[in-house]
């Protein structure tokens, strides 16, 4: 069949269905096109799965630690891993299903469900249909990525998609990368009750942080009895028995009952046949955008993590919210104008917004640092979770902030007063003089910035 559209999407992820929901309430014809799991990586992989598994292992964490708290418990914590996966898979489905059934009803969209092919710049072949538009979306994400190590495809490995099949409790689970996916796995399963080794191959851990949060990030979790091995070249793999080798020198060796490769994503533009509409990628494979996110061809858009502009949730959303405002709303947005955020869902979590120290000093800003440990925090004692710091970049000339980095309890909500006061272009004593609620994380911002050092 043949069929006409005014737009094509390609991908339910983030941007996807609102993007749909935008174009449909303009008056478009839309035909979404979705090859598997409705939702995407978000919703079936990776926020809402894992952080529900988080909280599972923050519940167990929390018993262990109840007599901390005056709290009597009888015997050791047992994890029941059937439970915690159907509560998981709950939550996902639920999920997946509101998606899906939101994309189906929906007035002026029609959804396919396939394998979306170019078979030229405005035509799209999914199974036997070919549909045409003079508009099309590129939502199709990305996947993990597997570096061709030796012995790599000798063994069974779990990536952060096929550990969410995962319903038993690994004996020791060995985890190649030393970076956000890996560090939220690791801890999880320590929790859970594995022994947990990561393995990781540059000096210190999350490499694209200043060295002290690192440092911090690895105490915590060694704390918890999770094992570290930096500077790990020459990482091999081979099976003993049941179990799998990890090797990282001649004379070093680990030997675990199950091995997640956590060492990046990748995007999924290899089996689109780009090529048949002339979009350019990439050295990385990832599809090449404009600040308005157009591609080379026009009427192609690429918003999401396929367009190397963002690899997270919100930056998928906030690209589907630029396209929209462009195209529909006679906006002129543009990626450069957002403020890079992000967080890491250890516990205590990493929440950064902007620049860090390093980045500040290397751009020669006048910088001055505004730094408090979490144990001179008090609703962090009253808590009993003193782990961590809250660091803040402003810089001298401009009064306005760079960034802010808030490794500790509460941080991944508490980074948005300084968020939103980066949006708002708004000098430093803004936030200083605010008055924030008692007892808060948040109410520590302004006396931080009351701290200023050079």
């Given at each position: 069949?043949?069929?006409?559209?005014?737009?094509?999407?390609?991908?339910?992820?983030?941007?996807?269905?609102?993007?749909?929901?935008?174009?449909?309430?303009?008056?478009?014809?839309v035909a979404?096109?979705?090859?598997?799991?409705f939702?995407?990586?978000?919703?079936?992989?990776?926020?809402?799965?894992?952080?529900?598994?988080?909280?599972?292992?923050?519940?167990?964490?929390?018993?262990?630690?109840?007599?901390?708290?005056?709290?009597?418990?009888?015997?050791?914590?047992?994890m029941?891993?059937?439970?915690?996966?159907?509560?998981?898979?709950?939550?996902?489905?639920?999920?997946?299903?509101?998606?899906?059934?939101?994309?189906?009803?929906?007035?002026?969209?029609?959804?396919?469900?396939?394998?979306?092919?170019?078979?030229?710049?405005?035509?799209?072949?999914?199974?036997?249909?070919?549909?045409?538009?003079?508009?099309?979306?590129?939502?199709?994400?990305?996947?993990?990525?597997?570096?061709?190590?030796?012995?790599?495809?000798?063994?069974?490995?779990?990536?952060?998609?096929?550990?969410?099949?995962?319903?038993?409790?690994?004996?020791?689970?060995?985890?190649?990368?030393?970076?956000?996916?890996?560090?939220?796995?690791?801890?999880?399963?320590?929790?859970?009750?594995s022994?947990?080794?990561?393995?990781?191959?540059?000096?210190?851990?999350?490499?694209?942080?200043?060295?002290?949060?690192?440092?911090a990030?690895?105490?915590?979790?060694?704390r918890?009895?999770?094992?570290?091995?930096?500077?790990?070249?020459?990482?091999?793999?081979?099976?003993?028995?049941?179990?799998?080798?990890?090797?990282?020198?001649?004379?070093?060796?680990?030997?675990?009952?199950?091995?997640?490769?956590?060492?990046?994503?990748?995007?999924?533009?290899?089996?689109?046949?780009?090529?048949?509409?002339?979009?350019?990628?990439?050295a990385?494979?990832?599809?090449?955008?404009?600040?308005?996110?157009?591609?080379?061809?026009?009427?192609?858009?690429?918003?999401?993590?396929?367009?190397?502009?963002?690899?997270?949730?919100?930056t998928?959303?906030?690209?589907?919210?630029?396209v929209?405002?462009?195209?529909?709303?006679?906006?002129?947005?543009?990626?450069?104008?957002?403020?890079?955020?992000?967080?890491?869902?250890?516990?205590?979590?990493?929440?950064?917004?902007?620049?860090?120290e390093?980045?500040?000093?290397?751009?020669?800003?006048?910088?001055?640092?505004?730094?408090?440990?979490?144990?001179?925090?008090?609703?962090?004692?009253?808590?009993?979770?003193?782990?961590?710091?809250?660091?803040?970049?402003?810089?001298?000339?401009?009064?306005?902030?760079?960034?802010?980095?808030?490794?500790?309890?509460?941080?991944?909500?508490?980074?948005?007063?300084?968020?939103?006061?980066?949006?708002?272009?708004?000098?430093?004593?803004?936030?200083?003089?605010?008055?924030?609620?008692?007892?808060?994380?948040?109410?520590?911002?302004?006396?931080?910035?009351?701290?200023?050092?050079?």
């Amino acid at each position: 069949m043949n069929a006409a559209f005014d737009a094509l999407i390609v991908g339910a992820g983030q941007a996807g269905p609102p993007l749909a929901r935008r174009l449909t309430a303009s008056g478009m014809r839309v035909a979404l096109i979705e090859r598997k799991l409705f939702g995407g990586t978000c919703v079936n992989t990776g926020c809402m799965p894992t952080k529900t598994l988080i909280a599972s292992a923050r519940a167990a964490y929390g018993v262990r630690r109840a007599a901390d708290f005056g709290v009597q418990t009888y015997g050791p914590v047992a994890m029941d891993m059937q439970v915690v996966k159907a509560r998981k898979d709950k939550v996902t489905l639920d999920a997946r299903h509101g998606v899906e059934s939101g994309l189906k009803g929906m007035a002026g969209c029609s959804v396919f469900e396939g394998h979306a092919r170019f078979a030229s710049a405005r035509s799209v072949r999914v199974g036997d249909a070919l549909l045409t538009a003079e508009r099309i979306f590129l939502n199709v994400g990305g996947r993990a990525a597997i570096l061709d190590l030796p012995g790599i495809h000798d063994v069974p490995y779990l990536t952060n998609a096929s550990m969410m099949a995962l319903d038993v409790l690994p004996r020791h689970l060995v985890i190649v990368g030393g970076s956000y996916i890996g560090l939220e796995f690791a801890q999880m399963y320590r929790r859970f009750g594995s022994e947990v080794t990561v393995i990781e191959r540059g000096p210190r851990l999350i490499s694209g942080e200043d060295p002290e949060v690192s440092s911090a990030v690895q105490a915590i979790l060694e704390r918890e009895g999770i094992a570290f091995h930096l500077n790990a070249d020459n990482i091999c793999f081979a099976q003993r028995g049941n179990d799998i080798a990890v090797g990282t020198t001649a004379s070093h060796e680990v030997v675990g009952s199950h091995l997640l490769v956590a060492v990046g994503r990748r995007p999924n533009t290899d089996d689109l046949q780009l090529d048949a509409a002339g979009v350019a990628l990439d050295a990385r494979g990832y599809i090449t955008v404009d600040e308005q996110l157009r591609t080379n061809v026009p009427g192609i858009w690429a918003p999401g993590d396929c367009n190397g502009r963002g690899a997270f949730t919100h930056t998928a959303y906030n690209d589907f919210e630029i396209v929209a405002a462009n195209l529909l709303d006679g906006a002129h947005r543009k990626v450069s104008d957002r403020i890079d955020t992000y967080a890491l869902y250890i516990d205590p979590p990493l929440a950064r917004v902007g620049l860090s120290e390093a980045q500040a000093r290397k751009a020669d800003y006048s910088v001055r640092v505004g730094m408090r440990p979490m144990s001179r925090v008090g609703r962090a004692v009253e808590k009993g979770e003193t782990d961590g710091f809250m660091q803040i970049v402003v810089d001298a000339a401009t009064q306005k902030i760079l960034g802010a980095t808030i490794l500790g309890v509460g941080g991944d909500e508490a980074i948005h007063s300084i968020l939103d006061t980066m949006a708002a272009q708004a000098p430093y004593p803004v936030l200083q003089q605010a008055m924030h609620i008692h007892p808060t994380v948040a109410e520590l911002i302004p006396t931080l910035l009351g701290e200023l050092k050079p």
